[in-house]
């Protein structure tokens, strides 16, 4: 774990002076995860009842496939925000645990359809789905997911709803996609980067957060809140994940560190130290990153570089940046011990990174 | 084009007792087609302009990759059949336009995400999409093609369509991972072949008839009618298919012949040809398919064994089967333009077979 030179005390003040948080704050990042977890763990059991139940098909290879990812998945943490969201609203029904597992749904088929490589040889060092059944069993295996994802949508008979998840899978597509375009492109800047992430991830965060308020009938001014919420929590999340693609150690994370560099993708930490590199580093971005040449140690000297410029604290900074607007967006609901287990939550989105 | 030895005025005969069909029928196949399209041309033009519309992005290469694909398509059958349904269930609406829309975009996007190949070397002779962006490209672009066709159902506000289409597109994942496992196995059952068919295929066609009623608000028996008309369409067009891939000239359909030989994809014209097979015909086939060890006259070889076998007389034998159940089905429907074009097109799945 890497403990380097992030202001970690500064942190506790910085985030108890914008949310005014009164939780113990000793406890290592996954606490504050786990305890949002127990706080819907009634609900979050028949979210996986109603996985396991929908993944299921006559054709075995499906919840084979489908199992291998989900069980992988582990946090829950899309499923999660649903969840916590309605009962934020104040939402006694179940109207919601039906779409947490649709969210978790269409989290998953992106998985897997992210996982799908082009055979130009770049595919190295991961265990995913892909690796073990091929890439058209994953895509197939993600679509029935995603049709399934719409199915339990459709079951919640909200047109609001449907209409914000649909939206936001077309959404996600496109970031997807626009990370195809920027991939080994070492110009690439920080706002195309910001753009995204914003669609690609932080947009299923902010619906997952936004369909609570729906079920639960809310006014707008709460909608928006938590879709607010949602997008900022979902930016910091991606920051710290591609910090710690650059710097966690292989067992954490059910990632091995160095995917992204392996693959060329532009993420922030690449993008500060090319900005901020000498012409001979620059030079070794463009080797690495843009013609694929790369040696056993240019994952090390990666790294290196991006200490030298603070890249990667300031990722992290960016992420402090995002979990505070998240933050501040719950000013709306009246404080309350859920409203506090989501501020955590934020919390553990930027502490994850030490 | 192969002129074999079909009872082709048998067909007349059989056609005309069974659907009592008074239309001319010494025009070409295609003509059918066309007689239908020019029935819906106003409508269509507007489907057309949705299409156009609704692929757009800001992402540039989600409306390049999609035109590529979706301008190849031409036929438009399924959208067709959306346009046609409702006005033969005397629609005179809107909704049936961005329906059949949704239609052609949950059809692209499943073509897309069928050409995706794993780099096991299988790609050979074709011009598909991913052969000029990738796989990945080609995924994630489906998925945003599928994004809109929900969009598209979500804007036209019925529930049951939403139900029927969501249904029948976890229904096609399901045929099209199946088919996948069923690939080179010579030892597949036409049963097992026939469900892939319906699934993958037929499906579609049923959906995309059925809610052609469900706009309409008819009767569920006009709903189930128009399902069942669809489905036994979509497998008679399924099955002509599956032959003209063994039969077809490059330049017609847009496909080159050979195409799932060469994939090693189990049809019917091959589970005839291999269960009626020798024991040295048996092992040409598990050579060529199973192992995919395959010499370049091995092409002509698998012809050869199949018209030995009347494999592809009976598998347009089967086809005509379905188009009659198809014809069969819109009993309930009183005569008229319409349905005569409908049958017409059923009469076209067959007949463009020779």
């Known amino acids: ?17 914008i949310i005014n948080l009164d939780q113990e704050r000793s406890r290592p990042p996954e606490a504050a ?9 009634a609900d979050l059991t028949q979210v996986n009842e109603i996985i396991l139940q929908r993944m299921e098909s006559q ?18 943490l899309r499923p999660l925000l649903t969840l916590a969201s309605a009962r934020l609203c104040g939402y006694e029904g179940r109207q919601h645990l039906g779409l947490a ?31 073990l ?43 997807e996609v ?7 492109d070492p110009e690439t800047s920080e706002a195309a980067y910001l753009d995204v992430v914003r669609a690609k991830t932080a947009k299923l965060f902010s619906a997952a957060c936004r369909i609570g308020a729906v079920v639960a009938k809310r006014p707008e001014k709460e909608e928006e809140a938590l879709e607010s919420f949602g997008l900022n929590l979902g930016i910091a999340f991606q920051l710290v994940d591609d ?14 560190a160095g995917d992204d560099f392996r693959e060329g993708k532009m993420t922030l930490p690449v993008i500060l130290a090319y900005y901020r590199g000498s012409k001979t580093e620059r030079q070794f971005w463009r080797r690495t990153l843009e013609d694929m040449e790369q040696k056993p140690s240019d994952l090390e000297k990666a790294v290196a570089c991006m200490k030298r ?46």
């Open 59 to 76: 054709v075995g290879l499906i919840p084979q496939l489908a199992g291998h990812i989900i069980a992988a998945g582990g946090k829950r």
């Open 178 to 184: 626009q990370q195809l375009l920027i991939t080994n």
């Open 309 to 354: 410029h603070s890249a990667l604290d300031d990722t992290v900074e960016r992420a402090r940046h995002y979990a505070a607007l998240a933050c501040g967006a719950l000013a709306v609901f009246p404080r309350g011990e859920m409203k506090e287990a989501l501020l955590g939550v934020a919390d553990f989105c930027v502490e994850r990174a030490y």
């Open 133 to 175: 059944w091929g890439n058209k069993a994953s895509v197939l295996v993600g679509d029935f997911l995603f049709s399934r994802a719409f199915q339990l949508m459709v079951a919640s008979e909200s047109m609001k709803v449907l209409d914000i998840l649909s939206s936001a899978s077309a959404v996600i597509a496109e970031g």
């Open 101 to 131: 597992a649709s969210v978790e749904f269409i989290h998953t088929a992106t998985l897997l359809h992210d996982d799908v490589v082009d055979d130009s040889g770049l595919r190295r060092g991961r265990a995913a789905a892909n690796t």
């Open 243 to 256: 910090m710690l693609d650059y710097l966690a150690p292989s067992d954490t994370l059910g990632k091995t």
């Open 1 to 17: 774990m890497w403990c380097g030179a992030f202001p970690y005390a500064n942190l506790e003040i910085f985030l108890a002076v």
């Open 33 to 41: 995860l786990d305890h949002l977890t127990s706080m819907v763990s």
